[in-house]
């Protein structure tokens, strides 16, 4: 199985920061790379898609970049609704494979 | 608009089969190229893929290994329904369930475009 490690696990930040978070995959995954955004009780959003693809709809202050087997999510001007985990997933080859989250709150 | 609900019943005890539903509105669930998946996500714990199927020509099912072959992933056009079974539940599957598509094209990377919010079971005698 392809594993995933994202960094960091969690961290705190206020409305209006910038915030990366990196994915890194065990093998090559070209750009097979998608992140999402978890709230409790929502259903789960898809962010990004092929490593830096923005979803229809997703606000353009969402940024992915990289290939291979690094990854990066840049969120800028961070929004209250931005607080929430957040996920890579490679789609590369089966059995799909998460990282293990990262959760941003509120300083 | 494409929306996923899951249904199930919340609690199963150790031992059963696990029986969930996915119903899916806004769109028909084989008229195209999609991949309806499973997930889940024990209580403070990370996403595990469970399997998907495919609705295009091959209609292709594959599971997670991890699995042990206890999974059945299905589907009813009639009924525009996903359904997932787990046999042999142990409180190790104890977890939220969600169901999620992926469409399927030329150069797509098939990425979970649409999730349910997911239904939480709990495997105890």
């Known amino acids: 199985d392809i594993q995933m490690t994202q960094s960091p696990s969690s961290l705190s930040a206020s409305v209006g920061d910038r915030v990366t978070i990196t994915c890194r995959a065990s093998q090559t995954i070209h750009n097979y790379l998608n992140w999402y955004h978890f709230q409790p009780g929502r259903a789960p959003k898809l962010l990004i898609f092929g490593a830096s693809s923005l979803q229809t709809g997703v606000p353009s202050r969402f940024a992915g970049s990289g290939s291979g087997t690094n990854f990066t999510l840049a969120i800028s001007n961070l929004h209250p609704e931005d607080f929430a985990t957040y996920y890579c997933q490679q789609t590369y080859t089966t059995p799909l494979t998460f990282g293990g989250g990262t959760k941003v709150d509120i300083k | 608009q494409v929306q996923l609900q899951e249904s199930g019943p919340g609690l199963v005890k150790p031992s059963q089969t696990l029986s969930l539903t996915c119903t899916v509105s806004?769109?028909?669930?084989?008229?195209?190229?999609?991949?309806w998946n499973w997930i889940r996500q024990p209580a403070g714990k990370g996403l595990e893929w469970i399997g998907r199927?495919?609705?295009?020509?091959?209609?292709?099912?594959k599971y997670n290994p991890s699995f042990k072959g206890r999974v059945t992933i299905s589907i009813d056009t009639s009924k525009n329904e996903v359904s997932l079974e787990l046999s042999s539940v142990t409180a190790a599957d104890s977890a939220r369930y969600f169901c999620a598509r992926a469409r399927d094209y030329a150069g797509s990377v098939r990425p979970l475009d649409y999730w349910g919010q997911g239904t939480l079971v709990t495997v105890s005698s």
């Open positions: 806004g769109g028909s669930i084989s008229s195209g190229n999609f991949y």
């Open positions: 199927l495919y609705t295009g020509g091959s209609g292709s099912i």
